[in-house]
C-alpha cells in the first residue's frame, strides 16, 4: 500500500528589520529598451541647495578688524591695498608709489589683523569667480552701513544695473559682428562707474551676446571697459572687480566734468587692469 507523501509546511522566512527596506524605485526591473507610460506620475521632490556667496564669512572677518579700528578707514584701507596687490605685479610704471602706500596702510595693524586682509581678498575673489553676475564689493559696503560715511554714496541694486545693460546693448542684437570686423573690439565706458556694478552688469551681457554670436570667441580679447569715480575708494572698488572679473581695462580717479579722461593726463590717476597688459591689449594701444 502506497501512503501519499504530506507536503511539508512552508517555511517562514524571518526577515530581519534592515531587510524589510525597499527602494522607492527600482530601476533594476526596468526594460531601458521599451517606453513605458507610467500608471501614475511619480513626482520626486529634491531639496534645492544654496548658492554660496561668502559674503558671511566676508562680514565676520571684516568685523573683527572694526573692535579697534572705525569701519569705514578699514573698508578704505582694505580697497586700497587690495588695488596695489593687483596693480603692482604688472605696472611697474606705479609700482614704487603704490608699495609704499601698502606698507604704510599695513603697518597700522597688528600681525593678527594684517592676516585678515588676505581673507577678505579670497572671499572677494571667490565670490566673484562663483557668481559673476553680482556687485558683491557694493552690496558689502551696504551690508556693513557704511553707505552714509561715503559723501552720500547708495549704490544701484544690481538687478536694476542688469535691466540698463539690457536696454544700452540691444543695438548689438544686431551689428555686434560688424563692430568687431571694423574695430576689432568693442568698448564700454561710465564716467560715474562707482562701485562697478553697471559696468559689470554691461560686461555678462555683451559676453552672453558675444558666445551667441561666435560660441569660439573669448570675450577678453574683444570687449575694453573704461570707467570713472570722483570718490578714490569706489572707483578702486570697480576696479578690484572688473580686474577680478578678467576684463581689460583702466579706470581713473577724478572727477569726468572738471578733471576728464586727455591724453596729457596724469597717469598715476589710472589703475589698469592685468588683462589690459595682455600681448592683444599691448599692440592695440600702438
Same mark, same amino acid.
Request: proline share 5%.
Given at each position: 500500500?502506497?501512503?501519499?507523501?504530506?507536503?511539508?509546511?512552508? %517555511?517562514?522566512? %524571518?526577515?530581519?528589520?534592515?531587510?524589510?527596506?525597499?527602494?522607492?524605485?527600482?530601476?533594476?526591473?526596468?526594460?531601458?529598451?521599451?517606453?513605458?507610460?507610467?500608471?501614475?506620475?511619480?513626482?520626486?521632490?529634491?531639496?534645492?541647495?544654496?548658492?554660496?556667496?561668502?559674503?558671511?564669512?566676508?562680514?565676520?572677518?571684516?568685523?573683527?578688524?572694526?573692535?579697534?579700528?572705525?569701519?569705514?578707514? #578699514?573698508?578704505?584701507?582694505? #580697497?586700497?591695498?587690495?588695488?596695489?596687490?593687483?596693480?603692482?605685479?604688472?605696472?611697474?610704471?606705479?609700482?614704487?608709489?603704490?608699495?609704499?602706500?601698502?606698507?604704510? !596702510?599695513?603697518?597700522?595693524?597688528?600681525?593678527?589683523?594684517?592676516?585678515?586682509?588676505?581673507?577678505?581678498?579670497?572671499?572677494?575673489?571667490?565670490?566673484?569667480?562663483?557668481?559673476?553676475?553680482?556687485?558683491?564689493?557694493?552690496?558689502?559696503?551696504?551690508?556693513?552701513?557704511?553707505?552714509?560715511?561715503?559723501?552720500?554714496?547708495?549704490?544701484?541694486?544690481?538687478?536694476?544695473?542688469?535691466?540698463?545693460?539690457?536696454?544700452?546693448?540691444?543695438?548689438?542684437?544686431?551689428?555686434?559682428?560688424?563692430?568687431?570686423?571694423?574695430?576689432?573690439?568693442?568698448?564700454?565706458?561710465?564716467?560715474?562707474?562707482?562701485?562697478?556694478?553697471?559696468?559689470?552688469?554691461?560686461?555678462?551681457?555683451?559676453?552672453?551676446?558675444?558666445?551667441?554670436?561666435?560660441?569660439?570667441?573669448?570675450?577678453?580679447?574683444?570687449?575694453?571697459? #573704461?570707467?570713472?569715480?570722483?570718490?578714490?575708494?569706489?572707483?578702486?572698488?570697480?576696479?578690484?572687480?572688473?580686474?577680478?572679473?578678467?576684463?581689460?581695462?583702466?579706470?581713473?580717479?577724478?572727477?569726468? !566734468?572738471?578733471?576728464?579722461?586727455?591724453?596729457?593726463?596724469?597717469?598715476?590717476?589710472?589703475?589698469?587692469?592685468?588683462?589690459?597688459?595682455?600681448?592683444?591689449?599691448?599692440?592695440?594701444?600702438?
Amino acid at each position: 500500500m502506497f501512503f501519499k507523501k504530506k507536503p511539508k509546511p512552508p %517555511v517562514k522566512k %524571518v526577515t530581519k528589520k534592515w531587510e524589510q527596506w525597499e527602494p522607492t524605485i527600482d530601476l533594476s526591473n526596468i526594460d531601458k529598451k521599451k517606453t513605458v507610460e507610467p500608471k501614475q506620475k511619480v513626482e520626486i521632490k529634491t531639496e534645492k541647495m544654496p548658492v554660496w556667496t561668502y559674503s558671511k564669512d566676508f562680514l565676520n572677518e571684516f568685523n573683527k578688524l572694526t573692535r579697534t579700528h572705525r569701519p569705514f578707514d #578699514v573698508w578704505r584701507d582694505f #580697497v586700497i591695498m587690495f588695488a596695489c596687490a593687483i596693480s603692482n605685479p604688472l605696472d611697474k610704471f606705479h609700482y614704487k608709489d603704490r608699495e609704499e602706500r601698502y606698507l604704510s !596702510i599695513i603697518h597700522k595693524y597688528s600681525k593678527d589683523e594684517q592676516m585678515i586682509f588676505p581673507k577678505l581678498a579670497a572671499y572677494t575673489t571667490m565670490a566673484l569667480d562663483a557668481n559673476p553676475e553680482q556687485d558683491f564689493l557694493g552690496k558689502m559696503f551696504m551690508d556693513l552701513g557704511l553707505g552714509n560715511n561715503s559723501a552720500g554714496q547708495f549704490f544701484t541694486p544690481y538687478s536694476v544695473c542688469q535691466l540698463m545693460a539690457d536696454v544700452v546693448t540691444s543695438d548689438l542684437d544686431n551689428n555686434l559682428q560688424d563692430k568687431l570686423e571694423k574695430q576689432g573690439y568693442i568698448s564700454l565706458a561710465d564716467e560715474c562707474c562707482g562701485a562697478g556694478a553697471t559696468l559689470i552688469a554691461a560686461i555678462n551681457t555683451i559676453k552672453r551676446k558675444m558666445e551667441k554670436a561666435m560660441p569660439s570667441m573669448n570675450f577678453q580679447r574683444h570687449l575694453l571697459v #573704461v570707467g570713472q569715480d570722483i570718490d578714490e575708494t569706489v572707483a578702486l572698488m570697480c576696479y578690484i572687480q572688473i580686474s577680478l572679473l578678467g576684463v581689460a581695462g583702466y579706470i581713473k580717479v577724478g572727477n569726468s !566734468i572738471t578733471d576728464p579722461m586727455t591724453t596729457d593726463d596724469d597717469k598715476s590717476k589710472y589703475w589698469y587692469t592685468p588683462m589690459y597688459f595682455s600681448n592683444i591689449w599691448v599692440i592695440r594701444r600702438f
